[in-house]
Each structure stands twice: as structure tokens, then as C-alpha cells.
């Protein structure tokens, strides 16, 4: 199992940036595709952004493209989300997720906060 603490939410303004931070422990990091998921209050979890187990590989929500740049520093057991150009739209809980080559994401952190005020 690998367990994941998310960092790095808060309030910005619209316009603004923040970067999100995902710590992994457990089994080793670099075995698992690794993604970041959002829900908005009253609205279904939904995709942001994933990475391949070595980071070569990256894929984007509509909504993130341009915006949103997923990475991960395997020797630091860490993915990271740069988000910028925020707007409220992009206000929701965030959460980091670990999936097993060809499985489905199912180990998630706890979740962690991003408030985008106009």
C-alpha cells in the first residue's frame, strides 16, 4: 500500500498560482501512475492531471491545459501540481491519487484545499 499527504492549498486571489504537493510513503513510489483529482463543493470528483511512473508520460483535464503542469521527483517520493492563472472556477478540494500499472486510482490522500477569490 502507499499512503499520500497532500500540502500546499490555501486562498489566492484570481490570477493567482499556488503548488499543490503530494508526499507518498510506503510501497515504492515509482511503481505507480500517479494523479490529481479535484471536487468542487456539490460536484462530482472529477480528473485534473496524471503522470506516468517515470514522468515522461503527462495527461491534462480541458480545463488544465496551459494552465496546470503535473510533475513528480521520484527520489523525493513527491508529485507536484503548479497551478496558475487560478480562477473560482478551479476552487474545489484537491486530492492526490496513486494507481498500479493498468489499475484504476485507488489509494487517496486526504484532500487539500484550494480557494481562488475574485
Known amino acids: 500500500q502507499v499512503q499520500l499527504v497532500e500540502s500546499g492549498g490555501g486562498l489566492v486571489q484570481a490570477g493567482g498560482s499556488l503548488r499543490l504537493s503530494c508526499a507518498a510513503s510506503?510501497?515504492?513510489?515509482?511503481?505507480?501512475?500517479m494523479g490529481w483529482f479535484r471536487q468542487g463543493s456539490g460536484k462530482e470528483r472529477e480528473f485534473v492531471a496524471e503522470?506516468?511512473?517515470?514522468?515522461?508520460?503527462?495527461s491534462y483535464a480541458d480545463s488544465a491545459k496551459g494552465r496546470f503542469t503535473i510533475s513528480r521527483d521520484n527520489a523525493k517520493n513527491t508529485v507536484y501540481l503548479q497551478m496558475n492563472s487560478l480562477n473560482t472556477e478551479d476552487t474545489a478540494v484537491y486530492y492526490c491519487s496513486a494507481a498500479s500499472p493498468g489499475g484504476p486510482y485507488d489509494y487517496w490522500g486526504q484532500g487539500t484545499q484550494v480557494t481562488v477569490s475574485s
Open positions: 503522470i506516468s511512473r517515470g514522468g515522461g508520460r503527462t
Open positions: 510506503g510501497r515504492s513510489f515509482s511503481n505507480y501512475n
